[in-house]
C-alpha cells in the first residue's frame, strides 16, 4: 500500500505546476486584457496624457502580454512576486500576509463553530426524523442562512451594537499576544464570527442529516440493533462513522476555503480581509497582487485536496488509492 | 408526511423569526431609553464594549492611500494624510487664506517671473536630524519633476518653472529656475507669469521630504513612506496597511496653533461609520442621503452635532460636442432645460446639495450671482428641440456613466426620466468600469457622459481653463470657442485680481451659453462631529486643518 500511495501523491503533485500555469496565464491574460491599466488610473483626469503614456511605456504595460507574462514568471521563479501599486511600492506579500491571516482567524473559528452546530443538529435531525424536531431544526437553520448578510450585518448591528451595548460595530483589533496578531481574541471578532457561523451551519446540517439516514438504512445498522447493542452505542459506533467519511471532502473543501474573505461581510463590518483585498486589486488594476492571490488560492486548493483524498484512504481502507496498481 | 414536514419547516422558520424579532423588541425595550434621554451616544456609556479612549484621540474615518509620498500622490485619499505629515513653502489656513508655512515670507519680481522666499530657520524633520534648508526644496521639486521618478503630477504643478522642459529631456542636468541661493533663500523662477503659482505650491507636489530617506526611489517603489519622515504638524505614527493610520503631533512643528490632539487614528477598512459614530467609536461620520432624513430630525439627539460646509465642486451632464447631434447648441440647451435642478438637490439629494447655476460653486472666489444659467422649462425645450427636428437622432444616444453594479445613482434614473417625459427622449444608461470610463473619455467615445469636478485650489483658474480651454487635456467634451480662449488668455497675464476674476467670470456666461456641460448640481459636506469637538470642518478641498481641531474636555 505504502508504494502505491507514494507513487498517487507524486503523479498528484506532477500536475500542479500545470494548474498552476494554466491559472495563472489566463489570469494574467485577463488581467491586462481589461480595460486602462494602474497607470492611467490612479493619474486621474489632471494628468497630462503624455506623461501618462512615457510612464506607461517605461514600466513595460505597453509591451505585449505574452513578454509581461514571461518577465512575470521569471521573477515569481526567483522568488520575487513583485510589488503591490496600491499601497505604492510595498512587497505583495507585506499586503497579502496580514490580511490573511486576518480572514483566516475568523474563517477558521466560525468553521469550528458551525461544526460544532451543524454536526449533531444533523444527526439529531436524522434521528428524530417523522417528528416535528426534524424539520424545525432544519428550517430554523435554513433561514439563518438565507438571509443575506446585507441585512443580517446591520441587523445585528443595531441589536448588539445600538441597543445592547454589547460589541464594538466593527473593525478589527490590533491585539497581539507573544509578538503574534491575534485580533480573534476581542470582542470585534464575535460579529462577523456569528455572521459567518449562522450562514454555515445549515448546509452542513443538512448534508449530515442525509448521510446519517443513508446509514441508519443500511444492513449492518440493523444487524448491531439485532445484536441487542444499546441504541446510542449503535448510532456512536456504527452510524456516525460511517456517515461522517463523505463529510470530510467538505471538511477539505472548506479548509482551502478559508482563506477566501467575505467582501460584504467586510466591507459592512470594516475588517481588512481578503475578500476587499482581492475585489480591490482587481479594480485598481493591482496586477501583482491580484495574481498573488489567484496563485495561492490554487495552491492551497490543489494541495487541501490531495491531503483529503490521501486521508481519505486511511479513514475508508474500501478506498484504495492509484487504482488498477 | 410531506405537508406535515412542510409544516414543521414553516414552523421553524417562524420560530426563527420569533426570535429575531422577539429579541429585537427586547432590545428596544430595554435601549428605549437612551433614544429620548440624554444627548447623544457620548453619554451613556458604550463604551464598555469599545474599550477605552486615549485622551485627546481624535477617531476617524479614512480612505485606504494609494501613496504618501508627496511627489507621487494625485488622489484626494492620498492627500489628506500627506498635507498633514508633509509641509511646504506656502498652505492655507482654516479660513482658506494662502499663508507661509515653511516659508516665512517672499517678495515677487515686478513682472511676475521671480519668487524669492524666505525660509523659517526653525524648521526639522520628524526625526529631529536636520533642519529644511533651501537646497532640500531644490532637491525635492527637481525630484519631483525627474522622469526617472515617474510622477504624473510633476510636470502638471511646477511645469511652470523655467529649465523644466530641458531638466525632463535630459538636456540640463538641474531645473534652472529652481535656485538655492543660501541656506535661508529660495528663488523660483517662472517661464511666463502665472497667477496661481502660489496656489500650484500648496499642492504635496512641491513639498519637501527627507533625501536621506527617499534616495533614488521612485513613485512606484514608495514603499518608504510607510515610515515617512516628513515637517507636517503630525507625524505617522502607524500604518497597518489596509486597517489604519495613526497620526501623532510633532513636538517639532513651527506654526501656530501647534497641534493639540495627542492622536488621530484613522480607520480605512471600511464598515458602517454611522453605527460605529452612534456607537462612540468615531468622533466624526459622514452622512449620506440614507441616514440624512434621520439626522435632521430634531428630536434624533444626533440632530445637534449635524454640521455642513461647501465643497468646491461641481457635477455636471457633459457632451460630446463633436459628435452630432451632440454637436447643435440648441439641442444641448432643450437637454438642460428640461432638467429640474431643484427637484434632484432638494427632494433626491436631500439638501446634501445645492443646485447648480453655473459651473464656479458658490464659495469660489470668483463666484458670479448674476450669471444667466439655463432655466427649467419643460414646454420651450419642447419647442426648442422640435425646431431642431433632431428627436430621433438623439434618442440613439448613450449616457456613460462610471460604476459597478445593477443600479446606477437615482440622479442619472431621474434625469433620463426627464428627458423622456419632458422632450419625448429616450436615452439609455451605459455604466463602465471606471479603468473604462476613463479610456473612452480620453479616447472621446462617449456621447454624454456624467463626471464631476473637485478643485484642487480655491481659483476659477482652476474650473475653467483645465476644463473649457481648447487645447486642455482635461477638455472631455471638446468645447472649443477662440473667443473663451482670448479671454483665458488675458486672464492669465492680468495682474490686477479683481479685473482677472471679471475675466474669468465673462468666460464663464459665455461657456454656460454654449452648454457643453450641463451644471447640476454643487456637493456640500454633510456630517456629525461630537459635541466635545471644536474646530473640526470639513475643508472644501484637501489642506491641513487637525491642528484647528481641539476638545473641549
Redesign the interface.
Same mark, same amino acid.
Given at each position: 500500500m505504502a508504494p502505491g500511495l507514494a507513487s498517487y501523491v507524486l503523479r498528484r503533485l506532477a500536475v500542479v505546476p500545470i494548474v498552476l500555469f494554466v491559472v495563472s496565464f489566463a489570469t494574467f491574460t485577463l488581467g491586462r486584457f481589461a480595460p486602462s491599466d494602474y497607470v492611467q488610473m490612479q493619474a486621474g483626469s489632471r494628468a497630462n496624457p503624455e506623461t501618462i503614456e512615457r510612464i506607461r511605456e517605461e514600466r513595460g504595460l505597453n509591451d505585449p502580454v505574452y513578454e509581461q507574462y514571461g518577465r512575470y514568471v521569471w521573477h515569481a521563479l526567483q522568488g520575487d512576486f513583485g510589488t503591490s501599486v496600491k499601497p505604492r511600492g510595498v512587497p505583495v506579500s507585506d499586503v497579502i500576509f496580514p490580511r490573511l491571516w486576518v480572514t483566516v482567524q475568523i474563517n477558521l473559528l466560525a468553521l469550528v463553530f458551525s461544526w460544532l452546530i451543524g454536526i449533531p443538529l444533523g444527526t439529531l435531525a436524522a434521528l428524530k426524523r417523522g417528528t416535528w424536531l426534524d424539520p424545525f431544526a432544519i428550517g430554523t437553520f435554513l433561514l439563518f442562512a438565507s438571509v443575506p448578510v446585507l441585512v443580517s450585518v446591520p441587523l445585528l448591528q443595531w441589536f448588539f451594537v445600538l441597543k445592547l451595548h454589547l460589541l464594538p460595530s466593527g473593525g478589527w483589533s490590533d491585539a497581539s499576544f507573544f509578538g503574534v496578531d491575534l485580533g480573534i481574541f476581542s470582542a470585534r471578532a464575535v460579529l462577523p464570527v456569528l455572521v459567518l457561523t449562522l450562514a454555515g451551519v445549515a448546509s452542513l446540517a443538512r448534508y449530515m442529516r442525509a448521510q446519517v439516514l443513508e446509514v441508519l438504512d443500511q444492513d449492518f445498522v440493523r444487524t448491531a440493533h439485532a445484536k441487542g447493542l444499546r441504541g446510542d452505542v449503535v448510532v456512536v459506533r456504527h452510524v456516525l462513522r460511517n456517515a461522517m467519511l463523505p463529510i470530510v471532502t467538505i471538511f477539505g473543501f472548506e479548509l482551502a476555503g478559508l482563506i477566501g474573505g467575505s467582501i460584504f461581510v467586510e466591507t459592512l463590518l470594516g475588517i481588512p480581509g481578503m475578500g476587499l483585498l482581492f475585489y480591490e486589486s482587481v479594480t485598481a488594476r493591482n496586477y501583482d497582487v491580484m495574481m498573488a492571490i489567484v496563485l495561492l488560492g490554487t495552491t492551497i486548493f490543489v494541495f487541501a485536496m490531495l491531503v483529503v483524498d490521501i486521508a481519505y484512504g486511511f479513514i475508508d481502507p474500501r478506498v484504495r488509492l492509484g487504482g488498477a496498481g | 408526511?410531506a405537508a406535515r414536514? *412542510?409544516?414543521?419547516? +414553516?414552523?421553524?422558520?417562524a420560530?426563527?423569526?420569533i426570535?429575531?424579532i422577539g429579541?429585537?423588541v427586547f432590545? *428596544?425595550s430595554?435601549?428605549g431609553g437612551d433614544d429620548d434621554g440624554n444627548g447623544g451616544s457620548s453619554n451613556? &456609556?458604550?463604551s &464598555? &464594549?469599545?474599550?477605552p479612549r486615549q485622551k485627546g484621540e481624535l477617531r476617524l474615518f479614512g480612505g !485606504?492611500?494609494?501613496?504618501l !509620498?508627496p511627489a507621487?500622490a494625485?488622489?484626494a485619499d492620498s492627500a489628506t494624510y500627506i498635507v498633514e505629515i508633509f509641509s511646504g513653502l506656502v498652505t492655507y489656513d482654516n479660513n482658506l487664506k494662502l499663508i507661509g508655512d515653511i516659508a516665512d515670507h517672499w517678495e515677487v519680481s515686478t513682472d511676475g517671473l521671480k519668487y524669492t522666499f524666505h525660509l523659517r530657520t526653525n524648521v526639522l524633520f520628524h526625526d529631529g536630524s536636520r533642519r529644511v534648508t533651501a537646497d532640500d526644496f531644490k532637491y525635492s521639486m527637481e525630484r519631483a519633476v525627474n522622469?526617472d521618478t $515617474?510622477s504624473?503630477?510633476?510636470?502638471?504643478y511646477l511645469g511652470d518653472l523655467a529649465g523644466v522642459d530641458e531638466y525632463i529631456t535630459g538636456d540640463a542636468t538641474e531645473v534652472s529656475g529652481i535656485k538655492a541661493v543660501d541656506p535661508n533663500t529660495l528663488e523660483l523662477t517662472l517661464k511666463a507669469p502665472d497667477a496661481v503659482f502660489l496656489e500650484k505650491l500648496t499642492y504635496p507636489t512641491a513639498f519637501v521630504v527627507d533625501k536621506n530617506q527617499v534616495k533614488t526611489?521612485g513613485?512606484? !517603489?514608495?514603499?518608504?513612506? +510607510?515610515k515617512a519622515n516628513g515637517t507636517g504638524p503630525f507625524k505617522l505614527a502607524e500604518w497597518?496597511? %489596509?486597517? @489604519?493610520i495613526v497620526l501623532e503631533p510633532s513636538e517639532n512643528f513651527y506654526l501656530t496653533p501647534k497641534p493639540s490632539l495627542s492622536k488621530v487614528t484613522y *480607520?480605512i477598512?471600511? %464598515?458602517?461609520s454611522y453605527?460605529?459614530y $452612534?456607537?462612540d467609536?468615531l468622533d466624526v461620520t459622514g452622512i449620506g442621503s440614507i441616514n440624512i432624513d434621520s439626522v435632521l430630525d430634531p428630536s434624533n439627539p444626533l440632530n445637534k452635532d449635524y454640521h455642513t460646509s461647501d465643497n468646491l465642486d461641481v457635477f455636471y451632464i457633459g457632451f460630446n460636442v463633436k459628435k452630432s447631434p451632440l454637436d447643435d447648441p440648441d439641442v444641448r440647451k432643450a437637454l438642460a432645460m428640461a432638467i429640474d435642478k431643484d427637484f434632484l438637490a432638494s427632494d433626491l439629494l436631500k439638501g446634501l446639495t445645492e443646485p447648480a447655476n453655473g459651473i464656479i460653486p458658490p464659495a469660489m472666489p470668483g463666484y458670479n450671482e448674476a450669471l444667466k444659467g439655463i432655466k427649467f422649462d419643460p414646454t420651450a425645450a419642447r419647442a426648442l428641440l422640435d425646431s431642431t427636428g433632431k428627436r430621433d437622432e438623439l434618442s440613439k444616444l448613450k449616457l456613460l456613466t462610471s460604476g $459597478?453594479g445593477a443600479a446606477p445613482n437615482d440622479v442619472i434614473d431621474a434625469i433620463i426620466a426627464m428627458w423622456d417625459q419632458n422632450l419625448g427622449v429616450k436615452i439609455e444608461i451605459q455604466q463602465?468600469?471606471?479603468? *473604462?470610463f +476613463?479610456?473612452d +473619455? @480620453?479616447d472621446s467615445n462617449q456621447e454624454l457622459y456624467s463626471l464631476g469636478w473637485i478643485a !484642487?485650489y480655491p481659483d476659477p483658474q482652476n474650473f475653467l481653463e483645465?476644463n473649457f480651454r481648447s487645447n486642455s487635456?482635461?477638455n $472631455?467634451s471638446g468645447y472649443s470657442n477662440p473667443q473663451v480662449d482670448a479671454l483665458f488668455d488675458q486672464a492669465d497675464a492680468e495682474q490686477d485680481p479683481q479685473h482677472r476674476l471679471e475675466l474669468y467670470q465673462q468666460a464663464e456666461q459665455m461657456i454656460v451659453n454654449d452648454e457643453p456641460w450641463i451644471p447640476l448640481y454643487h456637493q456640500k459636506a454633510s456630517y456629525l462631529v461630537k459635541p466635545n469637538i471644536q474646530g473640526f470642518e470639513v475643508p472644501p478641498f484637501v489642506i491641513p486643518f487637525l491642528r484647528f481641531v481641539t476638545f473641549t474636555d
Amino acid at each position: 500500500m505504502a508504494p502505491g500511495l507514494a507513487s498517487y501523491v507524486l503523479r498528484r503533485l506532477a500536475v500542479v505546476p500545470i494548474v498552476l500555469f494554466v491559472v495563472s496565464f489566463a489570469t494574467f491574460t485577463l488581467g491586462r486584457f481589461a480595460p486602462s491599466d494602474y497607470v492611467q488610473m490612479q493619474a486621474g483626469s489632471r494628468a497630462n496624457p503624455e506623461t501618462i503614456e512615457r510612464i506607461r511605456e517605461e514600466r513595460g504595460l505597453n509591451d505585449p502580454v505574452y513578454e509581461q507574462y514571461g518577465r512575470y514568471v521569471w521573477h515569481a521563479l526567483q522568488g520575487d512576486f513583485g510589488t503591490s501599486v496600491k499601497p505604492r511600492g510595498v512587497p505583495v506579500s507585506d499586503v497579502i500576509f496580514p490580511r490573511l491571516w486576518v480572514t483566516v482567524q475568523i474563517n477558521l473559528l466560525a468553521l469550528v463553530f458551525s461544526w460544532l452546530i451543524g454536526i449533531p443538529l444533523g444527526t439529531l435531525a436524522a434521528l428524530k426524523r417523522g417528528t416535528w424536531l426534524d424539520p424545525f431544526a432544519i428550517g430554523t437553520f435554513l433561514l439563518f442562512a438565507s438571509v443575506p448578510v446585507l441585512v443580517s450585518v446591520p441587523l445585528l448591528q443595531w441589536f448588539f451594537v445600538l441597543k445592547l451595548h454589547l460589541l464594538p460595530s466593527g473593525g478589527w483589533s490590533d491585539a497581539s499576544f507573544f509578538g503574534v496578531d491575534l485580533g480573534i481574541f476581542s470582542a470585534r471578532a464575535v460579529l462577523p464570527v456569528l455572521v459567518l457561523t449562522l450562514a454555515g451551519v445549515a448546509s452542513l446540517a443538512r448534508y449530515m442529516r442525509a448521510q446519517v439516514l443513508e446509514v441508519l438504512d443500511q444492513d449492518f445498522v440493523r444487524t448491531a440493533h439485532a445484536k441487542g447493542l444499546r441504541g446510542d452505542v449503535v448510532v456512536v459506533r456504527h452510524v456516525l462513522r460511517n456517515a461522517m467519511l463523505p463529510i470530510v471532502t467538505i471538511f477539505g473543501f472548506e479548509l482551502a476555503g478559508l482563506i477566501g474573505g467575505s467582501i460584504f461581510v467586510e466591507t459592512l463590518l470594516g475588517i481588512p480581509g481578503m475578500g476587499l483585498l482581492f475585489y480591490e486589486s482587481v479594480t485598481a488594476r493591482n496586477y501583482d497582487v491580484m495574481m498573488a492571490i489567484v496563485l495561492l488560492g490554487t495552491t492551497i486548493f490543489v494541495f487541501a485536496m490531495l491531503v483529503v483524498d490521501i486521508a481519505y484512504g486511511f479513514i475508508d481502507p474500501r478506498v484504495r488509492l492509484g487504482g488498477a496498481g | 408526511m410531506a405537508a406535515r414536514n *412542510l409544516v414543521y419547516v +414553516l414552523t421553524g422558520i417562524a420560530v426563527g423569526m420569533i426570535v429575531i424579532i422577539g429579541g429585537l423588541v427586547f432590545a *428596544l425595550s430595554l435601549g428605549g431609553g437612551d433614544d429620548d434621554g440624554n444627548g447623544g451616544s457620548s453619554n451613556n &456609556s458604550p463604551s &464598555s &464594549s469599545v474599550g477605552p479612549r486615549q485622551k485627546g484621540e481624535l477617531r476617524l474615518f479614512g480612505g !485606504d492611500p494609494i501613496t504618501l !509620498d508627496p511627489a507621487c500622490a494625485s488622489d484626494a485619499d492620498s492627500a489628506t494624510y500627506i498635507v498633514e505629515i508633509f509641509s511646504g513653502l506656502v498652505t492655507y489656513d482654516n479660513n482658506l487664506k494662502l499663508i507661509g508655512d515653511i516659508a516665512d515670507h517672499w517678495e515677487v519680481s515686478t513682472d511676475g517671473l521671480k519668487y524669492t522666499f524666505h525660509l523659517r530657520t526653525n524648521v526639522l524633520f520628524h526625526d529631529g536630524s536636520r533642519r529644511v534648508t533651501a537646497d532640500d526644496f531644490k532637491y525635492s521639486m527637481e525630484r519631483a519633476v525627474n522622469p526617472d521618478t $515617474q510622477s504624473d503630477t510633476g510636470d502638471v504643478y511646477l511645469g511652470d518653472l523655467a529649465g523644466v522642459d530641458e531638466y525632463i529631456t535630459g538636456d540640463a542636468t538641474e531645473v534652472s529656475g529652481i535656485k538655492a541661493v543660501d541656506p535661508n533663500t529660495l528663488e523660483l523662477t517662472l517661464k511666463a507669469p502665472d497667477a496661481v503659482f502660489l496656489e500650484k505650491l500648496t499642492y504635496p507636489t512641491a513639498f519637501v521630504v527627507d533625501k536621506n530617506q527617499v534616495k533614488t526611489f521612485g513613485c512606484f !517603489d514608495s514603499g518608504w513612506t +510607510l515610515k515617512a519622515n516628513g515637517t507636517g504638524p503630525f507625524k505617522l505614527a502607524e500604518w497597518s496597511l %489596509g486597517a @489604519r493610520i495613526v497620526l501623532e503631533p510633532s513636538e517639532n512643528f513651527y506654526l501656530t496653533p501647534k497641534p493639540s490632539l495627542s492622536k488621530v487614528t484613522y *480607520l480605512i477598512a471600511g %464598515g458602517s461609520s454611522y453605527t460605529m459614530y $452612534q456607537n462612540d467609536e468615531l468622533d466624526v461620520t459622514g452622512i449620506g442621503s440614507i441616514n440624512i432624513d434621520s439626522v435632521l430630525d430634531p428630536s434624533n439627539p444626533l440632530n445637534k452635532d449635524y454640521h455642513t460646509s461647501d465643497n468646491l465642486d461641481v457635477f455636471y451632464i457633459g457632451f460630446n460636442v463633436k459628435k452630432s447631434p451632440l454637436d447643435d447648441p440648441d439641442v444641448r440647451k432643450a437637454l438642460a432645460m428640461a432638467i429640474d435642478k431643484d427637484f434632484l438637490a432638494s427632494d433626491l439629494l436631500k439638501g446634501l446639495t445645492e443646485p447648480a447655476n453655473g459651473i464656479i460653486p458658490p464659495a469660489m472666489p470668483g463666484y458670479n450671482e448674476a450669471l444667466k444659467g439655463i432655466k427649467f422649462d419643460p414646454t420651450a425645450a419642447r419647442a426648442l428641440l422640435d425646431s431642431t427636428g433632431k428627436r430621433d437622432e438623439l434618442s440613439k444616444l448613450k449616457l456613460l456613466t462610471s460604476g $459597478q453594479g445593477a443600479a446606477p445613482n437615482d440622479v442619472i434614473d431621474a434625469i433620463i426620466a426627464m428627458w423622456d417625459q419632458n422632450l419625448g427622449v429616450k436615452i439609455e444608461i451605459q455604466q463602465e468600469d471606471f479603468g *473604462l470610463f +476613463l479610456t473612452d +473619455l @480620453r479616447d472621446s467615445n462617449q456621447e454624454l457622459y456624467s463626471l464631476g469636478w473637485i478643485a !484642487d485650489y480655491p481659483d476659477p483658474q482652476n474650473f475653467l481653463e483645465i476644463n473649457f480651454r481648447s487645447n486642455s487635456g482635461n477638455n $472631455q467634451s471638446g468645447y472649443s470657442n477662440p473667443q473663451v480662449d482670448a479671454l483665458f488668455d488675458q486672464a492669465d497675464a492680468e495682474q490686477d485680481p479683481q479685473h482677472r476674476l471679471e475675466l474669468y467670470q465673462q468666460a464663464e456666461q459665455m461657456i454656460v451659453n454654449d452648454e457643453p456641460w450641463i451644471p447640476l448640481y454643487h456637493q456640500k459636506a454633510s456630517y456629525l462631529v461630537k459635541p466635545n469637538i471644536q474646530g473640526f470642518e470639513v475643508p472644501p478641498f484637501v489642506i491641513p486643518f487637525l491642528r484647528f481641531v481641539t476638545f473641549t474636555d
